[in-house]
Antibody, heavy 120, light 107 residues
Framework: EVQLVESGGDLVQPGGSLRLSCAAS????????MNWVRQAPGKGLEWVAH????????YYVDSVKGRFSISRDNAKNSLYLHMNSLRADDTAVYYC?????????????WGQGTLVTVSS | EIVLTQSPATLSLSPGERATLSCRAS??????IAWYQQKPGQAPRLLIC???NRATGIPARFSGSGSGTDFTLTISSLEPEDFAVYYC?????????FGPGTRVDIK
């Protein structure tokens, strides 16, 4: 059974930093594209970042470029999102999501999400 | 970037009725559209990929169609568990973006 478990969400002050983690199991992690998607309270879904199987290709939504960094450790079956210079509008539930096998067709599996709150 | 619009914003229907949801792209995305369902307090669930291919375990009452810029998600006969928010997403290039969603609620 595929499982994605996010952790690391917290209350952080504006300008602060946070690292989110996603522990993956039930599939060959190193063979799959991975993504972070967020959802602000009461709002729609926003794709945040993507990383290729080997970690060499990374893509970001414009609003987080230069502040967020996606990474992975295939030996630990783990995905990360490093968030710096956090702003109030980064407040959201952050989901880890696995691409379909082969990649690029859809986000097939999702974690339960971890809440990041940016507030003073 | 390619922007997606969804219509209507809200669809009020009764169980057993047919639901037709629209997703329009600001430029052609070929058939690289996925559809998701999200219920309150839950993570989204992939319904359709490549515009018309049902994901694993998705009931046959869900179908997708379209290509280029215009796409449709159809629920042939609404079940009580289908009342939710539905999002489309393009996977044509980066950044991949979601539409704003269509809420299907009980009339």
């Amino acid at each position: 059974e595929v499982q994605l478990v996010e952790s690391g969400g917290d209350l952080v002050q504006p300008g602060g930093s946070l690292r989110l983690s996603c522990a993956a199991s039930g599939f060959t992690f190193s063979s799959n594209w991975m993504n972070w998607v967020r959802q602000a309270p009461g709002k729609g879904l926003e794709w945040v970042a993507h990383i290729s199987r080997d970690g060499n290709n990374k893509y970001y939504v414009d609003s987080v470029k230069g502040r967020f960094s996606i990474s992975r450790d295939n030996a630990k079956n783990s995905l990360y999102l490093h968030m710096n210079s956090l702003r109030a509008d980064d407040t959201a539930v952050y989901y880890c999501a696995k691409d379909t096998n082969g990649g690029g067709r859809g986000l097939e599996y999702w974690g339960q999400g971890t809440l990041v709150t940016v507030s003073s | 970037e390619i922007v997606l619009t969804q219509s209507p914003a809200t669809l009020s229907l009764s169980p057993g009725e047919r639901a037709t949801l629209s997703c329009r792209a600001s430029q052609s995305v070929d058939r690289y559209i996925a559809w998701y369902q999200q219920k309150p307090g839950q993570a989204p669930r992939l319904l359709i990929c490549d515009a018309s291919n049902r994901a694993t375990g998705i009931p046959a009452r869900f179908s997708g169609s379209g290509s280029g810029t215009d796409f449709t998600l159809t629920i042939s006969s609404l079940e009580p568990e289908d009342f939710a928010v539905y999002y489309c997403q393009h996977r044509y290039n980066w950044p991949t973006l979601f539409g704003p969603g269509t809420r299907v609620d009980i009339k």
